[in-house]
């Protein structure tokens, strides 16, 4: 029998930095899988400023992993990874709560839950302590999250070209068929581009002004202790802009110039813009909307813009520090660096929203490395109609120049063929992606 000392002299081992749900779940992948992992934690010798507790796979923003239906795409990433023999869904269904439809867990015991497991593997040694540079040799999974440290951010920074962003900047995105084309029209400024790179919404004075007193008023999010609440020019929360003057926003995100709205043909007052998210255009992004306002107004504002009145919001803005590398710049559809093969990312750092999304990444991480130290050439690529490959396909083939973080969410998977009624489409968006993960499966255990 191959012990873990075995493994660790002979150097065959799988280094890991972080023990969030990603790294966590990666750890667990490739010890299951029979390679030995050295799992890199730096608490509690130190802690960012999000993180209270000891143990690892920390949750800190919510105990709720969120909506557990079929009908959420999270939902559905949740049952793939029930399927794929999850840790990170294991220690959720044994310390779960009472929470309605959401998956919700006592974050205490899920911490304990999934420390024990880690600790008590003979495949996996935890080290803890600050990693502050990028091993220069062997397979390594960085999986350090969005409040990376501050000396490990400054050796990724070294490494990606200075293309580790430490951005606060994140915008609404819309579903594209939630709507209402008779008010938006398609255009881009003086006619430049395809002409329908976006759709624009235009408001009349009076509905400008209405829109411009309620960003004022609307309730705002409260900075936690450890963000500075210091904004950049480039990237100001929209309501922030509208504080400044009633007038602030036309010369702004808001400004109609260039642009001709074809029911009137003049141009509008002001006008909101959208930019598609995807290459098949079945979500849109409010250009410069970044915002602070809590999402409860978020929906209640937003929905007073013409053509957004039955807006359905498959993520919601926020302005808060956040670490992530431009990952389609950088990362194969393995995760694996294109300029250094050796090293994969996993988890928030790669622009995965959310911690099922989070191990998701881990556990597509976690396979991959083993498959690296089996010396199989065969990627381990989930179908894109399954919701990791959706969200895989959309962390690595995103627009280079917006990337920002995402949530799994149905917009991003292929659509469906003919015809479909849409209160069907997501049951059978969901029905066809467990078809297609067990057929991965099959393959990948091979």
């Not at 065959?12 to 030995?36: H, P, Y």
């Not at 690892?56 to 923003?61: G, P």
């Not at 819309?174 to 395809?194: I, P, Q, T």
């Amino acid at each position: 029998m191959i012990t873990l000392t075995d493994k660790l002299e002979n150097k065959k081992d799988i280094t890991i930095i972080g023990a969030g749900l990603a790294g966590c779940e990666a750890a667990w992948q490739a010890a299951q899988r029979g390679v030995a992992v050295t799992l890199h934690e730096m608490k509690p010798e130190k802690y960012s400023p999000a993180h209270h507790l000891p143990g690892l796979a920390e949750l800190v923003c919510s105990n709720s992993l969120r909506g557990d239906s079929l009908e959420n795409a999270v939902g559905l990433l949740k049952e793939e990874l029930r399927r794929c023999g999850s840790l990170i869904m294991e220690a959720a269904e044994a310390t779960r709560v009472p929470a309605g439809g959401a998956l919700a867990v006592d974050r205490q015991l899920f911490s304990d839950y999934v420390t024990a497991k880690i600790s008590g593997h003979p495949l996996i040694r935890l080290e803890q302590g600050e990693i502050a540079t990028i091993p220069g040799e062997g397979t390594v999974i960085i999986a350090s999250g969005p409040l990376t440290s501050d000396a490990l951010a400054d050796s990724l920074s070294s490494l990606t070209g200075d293309r580790l962003y430490f951005y606060d900047a994140i915008a609404p995105i819309v579903a594209a068929d939630s709507l209402d084309m008779n008010r938006v029209f398609a255009a881009s400024r003086y006619g430049k581009g395809d002409g329908d790179d976006y759709l624009n919404c235009p408001l009349n004075e009076e509905e400008y002004l209405l829109f411009v007193e309620e960003l004022q008023k609307g309730e705002k999010v409260a900075a936690r202790d450890f963000e500075k609440v210091v904004h950049f020019e480039g990237c100001m929360p929209v309501e922030e802009l509208a504080g400044r003057g009633v007038e602030t926003l036309r010369f702004g995100p808001m400004k109609p110039v260039g642009l001709v709205d074809p029911r009137t043909g003049f141009e509008p007052h002001a006008v909101i813009q959208l930019r598609a998210e995807n290459r098949e255009k079945t979500m849109y992004n409010l250009v410069g909307f970044q915002t602070k306002l809590t999402w409860p107004e978020q929906r209640r504002i937003f929905k007073m813009i013409p053509g957004l009145e039955r807006a359905e919001f498959v993520r919601l803005g926020s302005m808060h520090r956040n670490t992530f590398i431009n990952s389609p710049a950088l990362l194969r559809t393995t995760q694996q660096l294109k300029s250094d093969p050796r090293l994969l990312f996993a988890g928030q750092i790669t622009g995965v929203e959310g911690y099922v999304e989070s191990a998701g990444s881990g556990f597509l991480a976690g396979i991959t490395a083993v498959r690296l130290m089996q010396g199989k050439a065969d990627p381990a690529v989930p179908p894109p109609e399954t919701a990791l490959g959706a969200l895989m396909a959309h962390i690595t083939n995103a627009d280079v120049r917006h990337f920002q973080p995402m949530n799994v969410n149905y917009g991003l998977f292929p659509e469906l063929g003919g015809r479909v009624k849409k209160k069907e489409k997501r049951g059978m968006l969901a029905e066809r992606a467990l078809l297609a993960l067990d057929g991965w499966l099959k393959t990948i255990e091979q």
